[in-house]
């Protein structure tokens, strides 16, 4: 590196042993100045070589000069000497020589000339780095070889030699230039006395090259030239050099040419004037060389001059460099002669003389610099002049000339006095516009003059102007400026203030404010008031006006008292209203926003801290009631008021205790010991004190039995106040469940656990029942019942046999074990009487005996059961076995039938009905349909013996009705009406909860005796899903419908009425977050995000506090974005706001205005463009969407048709006629709705799949014969339509003997859109003769009028022509209206009297459905199965295309080969069991029948437990589109369904003849196989567990007859 610091700066350049550095790839320079003006440069040498060794000099050159510096580098390697070039020296000069050494190390370096070792004089210098030094070189001496030696090893050395030459310079012998005049010859030698030749020599003058000519000679010899002037004038002035130079230097030497001129006038003096207090100059200018030196002089007075003498040369009078004489500032003593004199030296000195006259301009000698008026007084100025006259004087105010004819105010007089002239103007009166400067100017031909005249004018002063600075609840502070002080100094201010109200005259008053203060506090005020103010200010002439009057409200304080007339009530056990009213309006201290009412437990153990809750003020009048306390605990509350300022003192703390609750714990160390049989004691503690929530007033001991067949007892209560009692007359050997609790004034309390206690055993009761039946001739079987109260574990049976005739006095005795019921004694007499009884025994011993019964041998053994009908009770899907142990010869044979309404139909076994070689029936797996009456028949050739048993299967419970009857901020209230138990007592409640947003359920169990419950502990202002299901003994059941609640409270909001902002400086914001409202759910947090404006990073502040924060290292004088959120559980509120803090100074900065420019441009086009996108975006979805939606329309009707394709031609399979020909018609096409159904047969329950494409529907139960009678007859199918819903909307899934089917409301899910509905269809003929066919949408309202059902029909007609091969096209549109399943059994029981449907092809083409829904659900009961009670239901409307067509020539063949039913009059037995719209026609009445038997009562009680009611006709529900089955009704409740109407045929021409009594017109022909073969069919609804439909037996048993067969199938809707 190289550093040179110069001016200009100079530029550095690298050598290497006095060698240029070359610019290559390895030798890099570059330059650069610093801030100092330093030129640095740098050298890289990349990779360094052994040639890069040697001495670098660098050297720093600008136009003034240079300096050079070096240094040597050595690089490692072998040394050597590059080759050096001669030298040539100057004489006289210093001269380096360097030994140019590459490579290191080497030993030494040493010069040598001529053989001699340097140095050898005082001259030569030999440096350490090799360099040789010759000072002051000699030409003799120094001139010669010279020798450089390095040592590299110490016996090796190498050297170099280089050739140095001196060179002499040139010598010039000095000359000088003579004095010269003008004119005079001039002749100069330039004599070079040594150098080495050849010299060149040159002149120059002034530094420019002198060339021959002008009068000027060169001439030049071989060490000598002469510079020749023949004639010297002043040009030839001037610096000449004479300049010698050779191959070794160049010198030069320099004289100067002075040539001599005498003194002359260039400008002469004149005569001239001069104006006083001027400048003037007395022009005098002369010439000459050496240049002339000037005088002037001066002779005094206008005469002749005297005598001059010199003028001193003060500041006043100067002499210019012209020569002249100036005058800066001329006087009246500067009149006379002056005499201008010049000399040099040269020849004569030359003078001259003029005359100087003083003219006088207008002077104002005197006026008043500043004067004082008064406003309203009458002031004169004055000024006077003097000068060459005339004299005019001119007033001026200001830059106004004063022209006393415009303005009367003004006044001007002048007089004359001597020398002087003196002008006064007059100003009458003085206003305050007059204080300014006057002006009088006085004007003559010679100049004009001005007086400047200050005039004030005092006054009082004017009002100060007032502005208020800040206002607090209590002080103000106040800053004034006094604009116009009256032009005299203000000395006090007074301030005045006062209740805007009120007058002045009752102001107060703060006098003689100093007038250094320009602010001031005003403290003592009232809060939340309006006052007026004003001020004043005085000065030496008076006191001002009063200033503009200021209106001011304080602001807010807290309030200075508490609330008034507080008082509690208590209101329940856990709240207490708390009443009060305002402050006094005095100690309001603002508009008051709401109360604090605080709260503690004063009882023992307590904390003592206030709970605190606020609301907002509503009156004078406030009511709060404060919940969620301790039950039967003192309370202490005191109430706050508060407002934007704060809270004010609080009430005096009043006492309130909360109603009494019952005991919340259950009694303690509950114990059960069971004494006797009979007798067993209970005891327990008293509950904690602190759960007792009351004063105890005893005790309730509540117990039940729990029977072997897991029913239970009923529930019994012991109230008394002792830990003990007795519990007396328990059933024996039963076990019992206990439970205590405690109760107080409000009730009981918490039972607590179930305990568990057995009775002690007991001598049995007598056996239940008892047989006795001859088996053979010398034999009989007894047979008997437990007791029904065995008291204990039946050890043994003793049978007791005597015979009263035989004179035995004591009674044969047999035994038996507990598991056997019957023993057959042997070795009897044939003929002789015998009296049986049996006794059970048990460990406590043998009990008493049974009924005594009396049987003898006979020969003939008819058959007998031994088994005991009754009642049997069973869970269901267990095994149950039905005994019938039957005796008799020859062995009797056994038959079971199941009743079934007015019919009995035979047991058949399959793999649910198991038949045991002992009579037993197996029932497996049993289900709420095999409920009913049983009846075991044993038959042999001497007779016949019957039981009946009435099965009852219990089932899990119905799903109960679950509302909300109360909410709270914490809890929500259930209460519930509970379903229909299935048979066995419900044990208790599952209550499942869980937040709307979750899945994750928590669980509840509750007593089976609890129809409410309070679910407490819940998040404020949260939606709640709830369900409830109920257990009995055989499990748990349905769940009820999802019902949803939300606790009180909501989520926080910020309220416009506060103020955010409570102070806000240049770096500090101040925020008050009382306006957060909580919305009735504590804040859990609230957080601030705040930014500059045009920042996109925001600061975020979080805090839990709710009353005030400080937002610190502000930006002074920025507008600030605020976002605020404030968060509880039942959500989140938002806030934003604005805000700007202070400049330095305190001032307000102003609005932020929207930058314009191309932003601008922008923003509108995105404003613009948003909305249209949107707009496409949405018109686009909204495409997809019913596009979609009308794709899955679509799908759902080719899946229908497919389902039911399949279905009726299963179900045709089942009815097929094996006749002989071609394939029966008509067929029909049809083109369904979405369904879903699932068969259900002996295997179970499978799917059916959607793999067909048409439905091929062959009517074979139609007659061809005419009927005269001319009514519409037709086929009807009922279907419902259902959609995403799940589950049915009548729940017949727990329909046992002796219960009704529950309707119930479905209740829809949010989302839900649609319902479903339910719909009937009939293909119809009006008359024998007409050839158009109808296709009727046939909707039915339900009623009773004279036996006939009355049907409201929107029929539409596809008629057929019989002659045309062009089908026909009709748009059908339906309209809502309802069905019931009895109307569907009467339409088939109706279709199937008349004659076939003639062959057609019906085919739906399209179908357009909307998406309306309805809620509505209608139910209907009724007792008599002929008096049904409907309600209609809205539906949606839809529209259907149908195409018919003739049917082919070979279809019309078809049906004259089909079997059909013909009509025919109905016998008695027949008539009685048609519907009783059969009967109404006259087509089925005989004359004079008779009436119909009445069913036995004890009968008919039999048969209505098994049935429910008596049903005259059957009815199908199925899916739109599916196969009508001839089903049974499954309960006489006529419910409406909501239905989906679209107008969908449903083939009926299949249809089956009905297996209830009603089918008997139908011939004999046989169509199907025996029902026997196929079992009964069912429907049910909603895939439930039980039949709803049951097969009469007696219908079974006229179908196997007739020929007329019953389904195989049970089809179950989804």
């Known amino acids: 590196m190289c550093a040179a610091k110069g001016a200009p700066p100079p530029t550095v350049t690298w050598a290497l042993d006095d060698e240029p550095i070359p610019r290559d790839s390895g030798h890099r320079t570059n330059q650069y100045t610093m801030s100092d003006g330093t030129t640095v440069s740098h050298m890289n040498v990349t990779s360094p070589q052994i040639k890069d060794g040697g001495v670098y000099r660098c050297t720093a050159r600008n136009s003034v000069g240079s300096a050079e510096y070096q240094a040597r580098i050595n690089v490692r390697g072998p040394p050597s000497i590059r080759a050096m070039k001669n030298i040539t020296a100057v004489a006289g000069r210093d001269t380096f020589i360097n030994c140019r050494v590459i490579g290191y190390p080497y030993y030494s370096i040493k010069w040598y000339k001529d053989s001699l070792l340097l140095p050898d004089n005082h001259r030569q210098v030999v440096f350490e780095n090799g360099t040789l030094k010759l000072m002051d070189v000699q030409k003799g001496m120094d001139e010669g070889e010279y020798l450089c030696s390095v040592l590299i090893q110490p016996q090796l050395s190498i050297s170099q030699s280089v050739h140095v030459t001196v060179k002499v310079p040139p010598l010039i012998q000095p000359f000088e230039f003579p004095p010269a005049s003008i004119g005079q010859l001039l002749y100069i ?89 001027k400048a003037g100059v007395l022009n005098c200018s002369v010439d000459g060389y050496p240049p002339p030196k000037v005088m002037w002089k001066h002779a005094k007075g206008s005469g002749n001059p005297q005598q001059y003498h010199p003028i001193p040369l003060t500041g006043r009078i100067q002499i210019l460099p012209n020569s002249s004489l100036l005058i800066r500032h001329v006087l009246e003593e500067d009149i006379g ?72 105010r003004y006044a001007i007089t002048t007089k004359d006095n001597g020398d002087e002239v003196i002008s006064t103007l007059k100003l009458k009166p003085a206003d305050r516009g007059d204080s300014v400067f006057f002006s009088c100017h006085a004007i003559n031909s010679y100049g004009e003059d001005r007086g400047l005249i200050q005039l004030t004018v005092q006054e009082p002063p004017d009002p100060p102007e007032l502005e208020i600075r800040e206002v607090k609840a209590r002080s103000m502070n106040l800053r004034w400026t006094q604009r116009f002080d009256g032009n005299s100094i203000i000395t006090g201010f007074d301030i005045e203030y006062k209740n805007k109200s009120d007058s002045w005259d009752f102001k107060q008053s703060t006098r003689n404010i100093s007038p250094t203060i320009n602010q001031a506090n005003i403290v003592d005020l009232h809060p939340a008031s309006v006052y007026s103010i004003r001020m004043y200010s005085f000065n030496k002439i008076g006191r001002s006006e009063p200033s503009k009057e200021l209106t001011i409200s304080t602001e807010e304080a807290a309030p200075d008292g508490p609330p008034m007339d507080v008082t509690l009530q208590p209101m329940t056990s856990q709240s207490i209203q708390v009443t009060w009213k305002a402050p006094k309006k005095e100690l309001q201290n603002g508009v008051i926003r709401g109360y604090q009412i605080g709260y503690r437990e004063n009882s023992p153990g307590s904390n003592g801290q206030y709970s605190i809750v606020e609301m907002k003020a509503t009156g004078d009048s406030e009511v709060y009631t404060l919940d969620n306390l301790k039950k039967f605990a003192q309370y202490g509350v005191v109430v706050q008021a508060f407002n934007r300022a704060g809270t004010g003192p609080s009430s005096s703390e009043i006492n309130a205790t909360t109603l009494e609750d019952v005991p919340s714990q259950p009694p303690e160390n509950v114990r059960a010991i069971s004494i006797t049989s009979d007798v067993a004691v209970i005891s327990w503690s008293e509950p904690p004190r602190s759960t007792l929530n009351g004063v105890l007033k005893g005790y309730r001991v509540i117990f039940w039995s729990l029977y072997m067949d897991g029913e239970w007892g009923e529930m019994q209560n012991i109230t008394t106040t002792r830990e003990r009692v007795e519990l007396r007359g328990m059933e024996k050997f039963t076990n019992y469940s206990v439970q205590v609790l405690a109760y107080t004034q409000a009730g009981d309390g918490v039972r607590s656990s179930v305990l568990y206690i057995q009775t002690k055993e007991d001598i049995p009761g007598p056996p239940a029942g008892i047989k006795a039946v001859p088996s053979s001739a010398s034999s009989v079987v007894v047979s008997w019942l437990p007791p029904a109260k065995p008291n204990g574990i039946i050890r043994k049976y003793t049978i007791f046999c005597s015979s009263p005739g035989s004179g035995q006095p004591a009674p044969s005795e047999y035994e038996t074990s507990p598991d056997q019921l019957f023993y057959r004694i042997a070795h009897l007499n ?8 049996v006794a059970a025994v048990t460990s406590a011993g043998r009990g008493n005996i049974s009924e005594k019964v009396t049987i003898e041998p006979a020969g003939k053994a008819p058959a007998k059961i031994i088994s005991f009908g009754g009642t049997v009770t069973t869970p269901w899907m267990k095994d149950v076995r039905l005994p019938c142990n039957s005796v008799g010869e020859p062995v009797p044979a056994i038959k079971w039938t199941k009743d079934s309404e007015d019919s009995a139909i035979p047991v058949t076994v399959d793999g649910h009905r198991l038949i045991q070689t002992n009579g037993t029936l197996v029932l497996r797996s049993v289900k709420a349909e095999d409920s009913g009456y049983y009846t075991c028949t044993a038959t042999n050739t001497w007779g016949f013996d019957t039981i009946i048993i009435n099965l009852l299967v219990q089932v899990p419970p119905d799903q109960p009705r679950l509302t909300v009857s109360k909410t709270s901020a914490s809890s929500i209230t259930l209460a519930w009406i509970p379903g229909d138990n299935g048979g066995s007592s419900i044990r208790g409640f599952v209550l499942q909860y869980s937040v709307d947003n979750s899945e994750e359920w928590k669980d509840v169990f509750i007593s089976s005796s609890e129809r409410s419950f309070k679910l407490e502990s819940l998040k404020c202002g949260t939606w709640y899903k709830v369900k409830l299901a109920a257990k009995n003994s055989v499990g748990a059941g349905r769940i009820s419908e999802i019902i949803e609640a939300k606790t009180h409270g909501r989520e926080p909001s910020f309220s416009k009425d506060q103020h955010l902002f409570t102070h806000i400086n240049s770096t500090h914001a101040r925020l008050n977050l009382q306006g957060w409202s909580s919305g009735g759910c504590p804040i859990t947090a609230i957080v601030l995000e705040y930014r500059p404006k045009g920042n996109w990073v925001w600061q975020s502040l979080r805090t839990n506090s709710s009353s005030e924060v400080f937002l610190t290292e502000l930006r002074e004088a920025t507008w600030y974005e605020l976002r605020m959120k404030a968060c509880n559980s039942a959500g989140c ?111 179970g329950i499978k799917q059916l799949g959607d793999d067909k494409a048409t439905i091929p529907v062959t009517d074979t139960e139609f007659s061809q014969a005419v009927n005269p009678q001319s009514f519409c007859t037709g086929v009807s199918l009922h279907h419902p339509a259902l959609i995403q819903n799940t589950g049915p909307l009548i729940d017949m899934s727990d329909i046992r003997p002796g219960t009704n089917p529950v309707s119930r409301k479905s209740v829809k899910s949010a989302h839900s859109t649609r319902n479903r509905y339910s719909s009937q269809w009939t293909l119809t003929k009006c008359q024998a003769s007409t050839p158009a066919r109808t296709l009727t949408s046939d909707w039915r309202t339900v009623g009773s009028q004279h036996g006939i059902t009355v049907t409201e029909s929107d029929s539409y007609s596809a008629s057929l022509s019989q002659d045309t091969d062009k089908g026909r096209n009709s748009m059908v549109s339906t309209e809502s209206a309802s069905s019931t399943y009895e109307e569907l059994a009467r339409a088939y029981e109706h279709a199937k009297l008349e004659e076939q449907l003639q062959h057609a092809k019906f085919e739906i083409t399209e179908c357009f459905i909307s998406d309306s829904s309805s809620d509505q659900m209608t139910t209907g009961t009724t007792d008599n199965a002929d008096s049904m009670t409907s309600m209609s239901t809205p539906s949606e409307p839809g529209i259907c295309r149908f195409t018919a067509s003739p049917p082919k020539p070979q279809d019309s063949e078809r049906g004259k080969s089909v079997a059909v039913p013909i ?56 899916e739109p589109g599916a196969k009508p089955l001839g089903l049974p009704p499954p309960a006489p409740a006529a419910t409406t369904l909501p239905q989906r109407t679209l107008p969908m045929p449903s083939t009926t021409s299949a249809a089956a003849p009905s297996t209830s009594a009603s089918a008997a017109p139908a011939p004999a022909t046989t169509t199907e196989p025996p029902a026997a073969e196929r079992g009964p069919t069912h429907s049910k609804v909603g895939g439930s567990r039980d039949s709803l439909l049951e097969m009469s037996t007696s219908g079974v048993g006229r179908s196997q007859k007739q020929g007329a067969g019953a389904y195989s199938k049970s089809y179950t809707l989804v």
């Not at 008026?373 to 001119?394: F, V």
């Not at 044939?830 to 009884?837: H, N």
């Not at 932020?1152 to 496409?1176: M, R, W, Y």
């Open 830 to 837: 044939r003929g002789q009487q015998y009296m049986l009884w």
């Open 189 to 277: 030698p330039c004599v070079v006395s040594s150098g080495d030749m050849p010299i060149h020599i040159t002149w120059r003058k002034d530094g420019h090259v002198i060339l021959s000519g002008s009068g000027v000679t060169i001439e030049s010899k071989e060490f000598m030239s002469s510079l020749q002037i023949s004639s010297v004038s002043l040009k030839h002035n001037g610096n000449y050099t004479c300049i010698a130079s050779n191959d070794a230097a160049t010198v030069s030497r320099e004289r100067q040419l002075i040539v001599r001129v005498p003194p002359r006038f260039v400008v002469q003096p004149n005569n001239q004037d001069g104006i006083y207090g």
């Open 337 to 408: 002669y002056y005499l201008c004199q010049a000399s040099n030296g040269v020849g004569t000195d030359i003078s001259k003389s003029m005359f100087l006259t003083v003219k006088i301009p207008a002077m104002i000698t005197s006026h008043p610099n500043t004067t004082i008026a008064i406003k309203g007084q009458t002031k004169e100025l004055n000024c006077t002049a003097r000068g060459e006259r005339p004299i005019i004087i001119r007033w001026e105010k200001g830059d106004t000339v004063i022209d006393p004819d415009r303005n009367m």
């Open 1463 to 1518: 009509p025919h009059r109905a016998s008695k037995s027949d008539y009685c069991n048609l519907p009783l719209y059969a009967k109404s026609e006259a087509f089925f009445r005989k004359p004079g029948s008779e009436p119909c038997p009445v069913v036995p009562p004890r009968e008919a009680s039999i048969r209505g437990l098994a049935r429910g009611y008596p049903a005259p006709a059957r009815h199908l529900t199925l």
């Open 1133 to 1243: 509120g938002n806030e934003s706001a604005q805000f700007a803090t202070l400049d330095y100074d305190g001032s307000t900065i102003p609005p932020i205005k929207s930058a314009q420019g191309e932003g601008d441009d922008v923003k509108k086009l995105f404003t613009i463009a948003c909305p249209v996108i949107l707009a496409t975006l949405g018109v686009a979805l909204l495409f997809i969407i019913r596009k979609k939606r009308k794709e899955k329309r679509l799908k759902r009707l080719r899946d229908a048709k497919s389902l039911a394709e399949m279905l009726i031609s299963k179900n045709n399979r089942s009815f097929d006629t094996p006749v002989k020909g071609p394939p029966q018609g008509p067929r029909l096409h049809i083109d369904i709705p979405r369904v879903q159904l699932l068969i259900e047969d002996k295997e």
